[in-house]
């Protein structure tokens, strides 16, 4: 019997993974062919899929979500929760696209003697709007963010030394950072790490305590709602790199991803990355785009200590 027809056959007959089947070919009578010996096959399942993200919807009209990350040697099917009838997914496809928003249910189609797997429950979100943002221009960024960078206040020290030792005081007290359930992405960078808010005190942004995490700047907005300023040590100190180590090596067309609890995902796009002074975010304001991520570390450590220079990368949502 083909192992196709096989999988096909085993879905409807209750069996499980760890069951056993013999089986055989009949014996043909005219031209005669004898019985084959009987073989054992012993029942598996595949593994429920894994890595596979929700896209939100690109439409008002609720559609063009996806569903993305699968492998090109796996074959998936899926549907719609509401339904019961799978579709399969093309050999070879890395996403599913064109889906409305709503609940889906994938799992990776059955394959001779191996069963299908159990479903993976994705959500695809309803389409958002972006906040209306006004072009930025220098006074503009203050109203947005109000993060007091374009003149007189610099941009956060988020770098330790990377030659030295540094003490890092104890955290004052009342001072925390807010979880996001944000996870930002740079695969070309192999970059991945929880988002945290940082408040802002007397002006300035505490984030000598961020670690590996990466930090949201008080007064910005949220990905997906404005303009996101987001920052990252590049040293931790002499044996531990940060998370924004190698942002100046990020060229145009560049992905960075967040992708939330849920693990639905927002796209981003590189298209712009610049070298400043700590206090001269005012020569670049104007070309931080619509809803854009502004990727910000520090660069250039002076002998005398600290920082010379800061690394800002923009983003832009595809």
Known sequence: MPMALIAARLQTTGLKAGDSLWVRHAEVINPHVPESAVKKITIAQAAVPAGLRAEQ??????????????????????????????????????????LAAGDYRIRVKAA??????????????????????????????????????LHDVKLPETGFSASHVTALPARPQGLSYGTTG?????????????????????????????GSSIGLLEQSS?????ISVLAGHNHLNTTETGPFLFLDSLEDGARVMVTDARNNMRTYQVY???????????????????????????????????????RVILAEPL
């Open 57 to 98: 919807c690109t439409t008002e009209a609720n559609n063009g979500g996806k569903i993305s990350g699968l492998d090109s040697n796996i074959r998936y099917e899926y549907r719609p929760a509401a339904e019961s009838v799978y579709t399969d997914v093309h050999a070879g496809e890395a996403e599913i696209s064109g």
């Open 182 to 210: 944000l996870t930002l992405q740079i695969p070309e960078l192999g970059v991945s790490g929880s988002i945290v808010t940082v408040p802002n005190v007397d002006n300035e942004y505490p984030v000598e305590w961020l």
């Open 272 to 310: 712009g990355n610049y070298k400043i002074a700590s206090d001269g975010f005012a020569e670049i304001a104007e070309e931080v785009r619509a809803n854009a991520l502004v990727l910000i570390t520090c660069e250039d450590e002076s002998v005398e200590g600290g920082y010379l220079n800061r």
């Open 222 to 226: 949220l990905p997906g709602r404005g």
């Open 112 to 149: 001779g003697a191996v069963l299908a797997s159990a479903d993976l429950e994705l959500t695809v979100p309803e389409y958002t709007a972006p906040e209306p943002v006004t072009p930025v221009h220098h006074m503009d960024f203050y109203r947005i963010g109000d993060l007091h960078w």
